[in-house]
Every structure is written in C-alpha cells, then in structure tokens.
Nanobody
C-alpha cells in the first residue's frame, strides 16, 4: 500500500510559479511510474504529466508542455511538479498518482492517489 500526500498548492497570479510536491509513505516509489493529474470545477480529471520509475521518460499534456516540469527523487520518495508561466485555466485541484505498470496518461493505469492540493491562478 502506498500513501501519497500532495503539498505546495496555493494562490498565485497569472505568470507566476508554484512547485508541487508529492510525498510517499508505505513503500518506496522507485518502482512506480508517477503521474500528476488535475481536476477543475465541473470538469473531469485530466492528465498533466508522468515520469517513469527511472526518470528517463517524461510525458506532458499539450496544455502544459514547455511550462511544467515533472521530476522525482527516489531516495527521498518525492515527486515534484514545477509549474511556470501559470494561467487562470491551470486552476484546479492537482493530484499525484502512482502506477505499478508502465508510465501512462490514462487515469485507469494508476493504483494509488493522493487527496489533492488546490492551485488557484488569478488573472
């Protein structure tokens, strides 16, 4: 069993930056692909970014490509999402998730989810 806790959300002006963290407990994250997803009010949860267990592979949604960077520190059991040039449309609850399988942009591929952290971008 893996427990995931996100942190680092908050209120920021458009053009600003935030770094989200995802801390894991229960098991080491080194064998899991890790993803970030988000859900805006009234919308479905959507894929943001994923990183393979080795950090060799990363993949981003087109909407965040070039602005967001996913990274991980397996020694510390942490995963990060650096978010730059934030836009009001990035406002959402952000979730990290762990997959025992291959890295994927599909929600159904993930076995464990955190509770989420709110990110609000004002215009």
């Amino acid at each position: 069993q893996v427990q995931l806790v996100e942190s680092g959300g908050g209120l920021v002006q458009a053009g600003g930056s935030l770094r989200l963290s995802c801390a894991a407990s229960g098991r080491t994250l080194s064998s899991y692909a890790m993803g970030w997803f988000r859900q805006a009010p009234g919308k479905e949860r959507e894929f943001v970014a994923v990183i393979s267990w080795s950090a060799v592979t990363t993949y981003y949604a087109d909407s965040v490509k070039g602005r967001f960077t996913i990274s991980r520190d397996n020694a510390k059991n942490l995963v990060y999402l650096q978010m730059n040039s934030l836009k009001p449309e990035d406002t959402a609850v952000y979730y990290c998730a762990a997959s025992q399988g291959y890295w994927s942009a599909s929600l159904s591929a993930y076995d464990y989810w955190g509770q989420g952290t709110q990110v609000t971008v004002s215009s």
